[in-house]
């Protein structure tokens, strides 16, 4: 039995997954009560708004990321952790406090800050996962 669209939106979250080979994830779906399937339907729109490039694009990113960890490509080769020198400490109000600050504020609008909360935004009608979507959405970037 074929599943069936109730509406303009569920039928675009079905072509949607189509387009990805991924069917399977509205097969069953006419199991599932109205409430359930509109949240269904309300998070792949909501995903397919705010990564770049939308599911296609985040399909072919997850299965590049699983054909490079199946070859053992390692993203951070080269790449070395170091611990900034922080024994330079600046005086409260000092001048060099405030021309520093600028500096950094400056600077600011090219930085990223992850924080990994772990687990899934239970606080709001979302279940993304807190660091990546978040900035992903705010950055129209995808990391």
């Given at each position: ?142 990391f």
């Open positions: 039995m074929e599943t069936k669209a109730r509406n303009e939106q569920e039928q675009k979250v079905f072509d949607l997954l189509a387009k990805i080979d991924q069917q399977h994830l509205y097969a069953t779906i006419d199991q599932y009560n109205d409430e359930q399937r509109d949240a269904f339907v309300k998070q792949i729109l909501n995903l397919e708004t705010i990564y770049p490039g939308g599911l296609a694009n985040y399909h072919k990113n997850a299965l590049q990321c699983l054909a490079d960890a199946t070859a053992g490509v390692n993203p951070y080769e080269g790449y070395s952790p170091k611990i900034p020198n922080l024994a330079h400490v600046c005086d409260f109000r000092s001048e060099e406090l405030e021309e520093l600050e600028a500096i950094g504020l400056e600077e600011i609008k090219d930085a990223v800050f992850v924080l990994v909360a772990g687990g899934l935004v239970k606080d709001s009608d979302t279940t993304e996962l807190r660091s990546v979507f978040l900035l992903s959405s705010l950055l129209k970037k995808s």
